[in-house]
């Protein structure tokens, strides 16, 4: 089954760029999706209009059989999404209230609040930062609240702006492992980044864009030859036709 | 690890964080207005308390005065407008311009009075969640009809929310134009204007990322606020505040 299912999707910015190009695109549920392409290729502008933060100038894009567009708040609860710079996601005071924020918008009762909480914390093993203040935790304990705020919606498909970016390696192998996790419950994953080396080794299928279209679309391995004509380093053991091994061996 | 600004809610267990935003936001409101209309006794008898609270709830003093260290300039600018302004004995003299006696003792009780209702806020906000400000602003609003009460209670909360933010950018910009010799240049103005662009444009750039990021988790007006619920401490703290305020009108 098609979670998530694009057509003709355009996307013009009011300064008058393209920023998508009658794009189609189907994603199956529970995948693991790698989106790759220099900067500006439109891979943010994407999984922008997956939960209705853009909206088409034309097109459709649909999630779980129902039009973004018709119901906004369906699809905000059913992709959720980490944006690159985690300190402009949180909005609570403490790790429980920012993780607490998405339910209170779902005007869920206070115990139900308080169960998701407890089982999303947990979920990324954050459970004695709960009074915690969100800016004093470390870059990758900061990347691993934004996916309990995520995980409180209780969503099916996540998507990952740049999830690495200004990780230390630590980081990376934190993030990487919960991102693993999360699709092994069964979350359909996007990840979005220029950098595949990190992701490179778990990704079922490889999307590469430029301006604004899908250049490339593929099992991993059998795209990344000429991956490089398209501005998206390939991983170092792939020039050594050597196989891509996981950060978290 | 980023450092914070102290303008923001820090959680805790002291007395202050336990009470009821409700009855935070009423003494704020009360004392506030008791020290406008307080006399010496008045004013150093909140001082006191306050600085009893102070201590009590581990408020970081030293990083709130480096936070207000330009409301610190202000109060000396009334201190200096209220000693050459207001007529009287003169104190010291020179050439035509006399600071009076009257005048420099009703700058330093203006300057008292300011500095207890910035303290107040302070502490207000240091042991207060956004979301709590917001419901009990809702709370407060509601009986008023013709005023949009869930709308005005999210602007508050924002701001409450923001303000912390506006001063960490404000920090950064100052210490990134340091690090490039700003204060080689001595016109102010020039040096205002260098920070004030750039802080402003951030500052935009900023709440626009937070505002798609609070979007995306379907944020709305109509959302779960925290469960307000006045209990036995705060009704004896009303009780004390209420005694203690009588007490300086009756002064």
């Known amino acids: 089954m098609d979670i998530i299912e694009i057509e003709k999707l355009s996307h013009r910015f009011s300064d008058g760029t393209l920023g998508l190009d009658r794009l189609n695109l189907k994603i199956q549920a529970g995948a693991f999706v790698v989106i790759a392409g220099p900067n500006g290729s439109g891979k943010t502008t994407l999984i922008r209009h997956l939960n209705g933060l853009l909206l088409p100038t034309e097109g459709c894009v649909k999630v779980a059989g129902v039009s973004v567009q018709k119901d906004l708040m369906r699809a905000r609860r059913l992709v959720g999404m980490m944006f690159q710079d985690a300190d402009s996601q949180i909005v609570g005071e403490t790790v429980y209230q920012d993780v607490a924020f998405g339910p209170e918008n779902l005007r869920l009762d206070h115990d139900q609040i308080h169960e998701r909480v407890a089982s999303a914390v947990d979920a990324v093993g954050l459970q004695d930062f709960m009074e915690q203040r969100p800016h004093l935790l470390s870059g990758g304990e900061k990347r691993r609240l934004a996916i309990a705020g995520i995980l409180a919606m209780e969503p099916r498909v996540i998507a990952f702006d740049e999830p690495f970016a200004s990780l230390d390696y630590p980081g990376v192998k934190q993030v990487l492992s919960q991102i693993l996790t999360l699709h092994q419950a069964g979350h359909t994953i996007l990840v979005i980044t220029h950098d595949l080396e990190k992701v490179f080794a778990h990704a079922q299928r490889l999307i590469v864009m430029q301006k604004g279209k899908i250049v490339r679309d593929g099992v991993p391995a059998d795209i990344v030859s000429d991956i490089e004509t398209f501005g998206v380093r390939a991983p170092c053991a792939s020039y050594l036709g050597m196989e891509v091994r996981s950060w978290l061996n | ?251």
């Open chain 2, 1 to 251: 690890m980023a450092e914070l600004t102290s303008f923001s809610f820090h959680p805790g267990t002291s007395l202050l964080h336990k009470l009821d935003v409700r009855f935070k936001l009423l003494f704020l409101i009360l004392i506030s207005l008791i020290s406008l209309g307080g006399g010496l006794t008045g004013l150093v008898i909140l001082s006191t308390l306050l600085t009893a609270v102070v201590i009590h709830s581990r408020l970081p003093l030293k990083s709130a005065l480096r936070e207000f260290r330009l409301f610190l300039i202000f109060l000396l600018l009334v201190l200096g407008a209220r000693m050459l302004t207001v007529p009287g004995a003169a104190l010291i003299e020179i050439q035509s311009i006399a600071i009076t006696r009257p005048g420099l003792i009703s700058g330093a009780l203006i300057c008292w009075r300011m500095v207890i209702i910035a303290l107040l806020g302070f502490l207000f906000v240091f042991s207060t969640r956004s979301s709590e400000i917001k419901a009990a602003v809702q709370w407060f609003l509601k009986p008023a009809a013709f005023i949009p009460a869930k709308r005005v209670a999210t602007m508050m909360g924002l701001i409450a929310r923001f303000i912390p933010a506006i001063l960490n950018q404000a920090r950064e910009t100052a210490e990134a134009q340091r690090a490039r010799c700003v204060e080689n240049r001595k016109n102010p103005l020039y040096r205002l204007i260098q920070i004030g662009a750039p802080l402003i444009r951030r500052t935009f750039e900023q709440a626009d990322r937070l505002t798609v990021a609070m979007e995306a988790r379907c944020y709305s007006e109509n959302r779960t606020d925290p469960a307000l619920s006045a209990t036995r401490l705060d009704w004896i703290a009303l009780l004390i505040i209420l005694i203690i305020c009588a007490w300086i009108l009756s002064i």
